[in-house]
């Protein structure tokens, strides 16, 4: 797990660092947390993505940005990063290892939650074909759980969350990847073997 956080030097991003630490700390993550002042580096990673700063990245993904959660938020965000890293490790279902002929694990998307706009409603899991959240009780919030069984391209959690608390990737990714990847010449490929078992 990659931890880091961007921003000049002021008393939002100190606090943060202290949260951070902390978690890192009460979690035992064996990992290093980088702090990331230099201004050609921020502008580097604003370059790929949209970044207010203090921010917080783990694994490439922003946690938060120009604002401090409390600490029970970040901890229970990056509890769900440490989840997505263990299922990310296991051994996927055969249904779930590819998309297209791409291993699942070699595809960038799926959901995250922000814990501050999360109800704790339960529609995300209890709707979610592919299994892809649990429910934390403790903290009454849905959780992350199997990330790689999200189907590439859905965002029906996204469309049921009445709190817009679930975010995707953007999905221009999805798009370069079909392109990259000859994914059409698969879709087409499997077009044709529908057509001829329909004539069958």
């Given at each position: 797990?990659?931890?880091?956080?961007?921003?000049?030097?002021?008393?939002?991003?100190?606090?943060?660092?202290?949260?951070?630490?902390?978690?890192?700390?009460e979690?035992?993550?064996?990992?290093?947390l980088?702090?990331?002042?230099?201004?050609?580096?921020?502008?580097?990673?604003?370059?790929?993505?949209?970044?207010?700063?203090?921010?917080?990245?783990?694994?490439?993904?922003?946690?938060?940005?120009?604002?401090?959660?409390?600490?029970?938020?970040?901890?229970?965000?990056?509890?769900?990063?440490?989840?997505?890293?263990?299922?990310?490790?296991?051994?996927?279902?055969?249904?779930?290892?590819?998309?297209?002929?791409?291993?699942?694990?070699?595809?960038?998307?799926?959901?995250?939650?922000?814990?501050?706009?999360?109800?704790?409603?339960?529609?995300?899991?209890t709707?979610?074909?592919?299994?892809?959240?649990?429910?934390?009780?403790?903290?009454?919030?849905?959780?992350?759980?199997?990330?790689?069984?999200?189907?590439?391209?859905?965002?029906?959690?996204?469309?049921?969350?009445?709190?817009d608390?679930i975010?995707?990737?953007?999905?221009?990714?999805?798009?370069?990847?079909?392109?990259?990847?000859?994914?059409?010449?698969?879709?087409?490929?499997?077009?044709?073997?529908?057509?001829?078992?329909?004539?069958?």
């Amino acid at each position: 797990m990659k931890i880091a956080i961007i921003g000049t030097e002021n008393p939002m991003q100190r606090q943060l660092k202290i949260y951070v630490e902390d978690i890192i700390h009460e979690l035992g993550l064996e990992c290093k947390l980088d702090i990331i002042h230099n201004i050609n580096e921020i502008l580097a990673i604003e370059e790929k993505q949209i970044v207010l700063t203090p921010a917080l990245i783990v694994d490439d993904k922003i946690l938060c940005q120009g604002h401090i959660w409390s600490k029970d938020e970040i901890k229970h965000f990056m509890q769900q990063f440490c989840s997505k890293s263990k299922a990310d490790n296991a051994k996927l279902p055969d249904k779930f290892a590819t998309w297209k002929g791409i291993p699942r694990e070699e595809i960038d998307w799926a959901p995250t939650i922000d814990p501050e706009l999360c109800t704790g409603c339960g529609m995300c899991v209890t709707s979610c074909g592919r299994n892809v959240f649990d429910y934390d009780w403790d903290h009454k919030k849905a959780v992350v759980a199997r990330p790689l069984q999200c189907m590439v391209g859905c965002t029906s959690c996204k469309v049921w969350c009445v709190y817009d608390a679930i975010r995707f990737p953007d999905s221009d990714r999805i798009r370069t990847l079909i392109k990259k990847r000859g994914v059409l010449k698969v879709a087409k490929k499997g077009l044709d073997q529908r057509k001829r078992q329909q004539q069958q």
